[in-house]
């Protein structure tokens, strides 16, 4: 039930960053400020999904994880301090200065700095969390 649990809550948190990620490019490409402003307005609004899948999949990697050893289980305990500090140091922070900007409509040289900041820390945590999915599948292929 827990490995289940863990890869529900895994899977949902990486496709809510890819949702926002991929929700924030196409809005800057569509170039229609309108666009934009409603996809960072609503993004702080997917934490209320995003922190408690974050927190669900934390909680059970690490029972899964208590005692076990080897190098899928290290590779994985190394990227999530990067994944969260990412997460909480930048991305947050990020996603509250983007929809506080686009709120009042200063979408300017301020707003795409942060925005190429958010885009930058968002691939780098897609990246690390599809390695944990992948690692994590490796896994269970073992266990089965």
């Known amino acids: 039930m827990i490995r289940r649990l863990h890869g529900i809550a895994g899977g949902l ?3 809510i960053i890819l949702t926002f990620w991929l ?9 229609l400020p309108g666009f934009i402003v409603s996809v960072k307005r609503a993004i702080p609004w997917g934490f209320l999904l995003l922190v408690p899948a974050i927190a669900a999949a934390g909680a059970t990697g690490f029972r899964l994880g208590k005692g076990r050893r080897g190098p ?13 500090l990412n997460g909480v140091c930048v991305l947050v922070p990020c996603a509250l200065g983007l929809a506080y900007l686009a709120g009042e ?7 795409y700095a942060v ?4 885009l930058v ?3 780098v945590n897609i990246a ?10 490796r ?5 089965a």
Do not use: Y
């Open 72 to 84: 899928l289980i290290a590779a994985k305990r190394r990227r999530m301090p990067i994944i969260a």
């Open 23 to 31: 929700s924030t490019v196409a809005s800057e490409l569509s170039g």
């Open 13 to 15: 948190a990486l496709a």
């Open 121 to 123: 820390a968002g691939a």
């Open 115 to 118: 925005q190429a900041i958010e």
């Open 105 to 111: 409509g200063r979408i300017d040289g301020v707003f």
């Open 128 to 137: 690390f969390m599809a390695l944990n999915l992948r690692d994590g599948l």
């Open 139 to 143: 896994l269970r292929r073992r266990q």
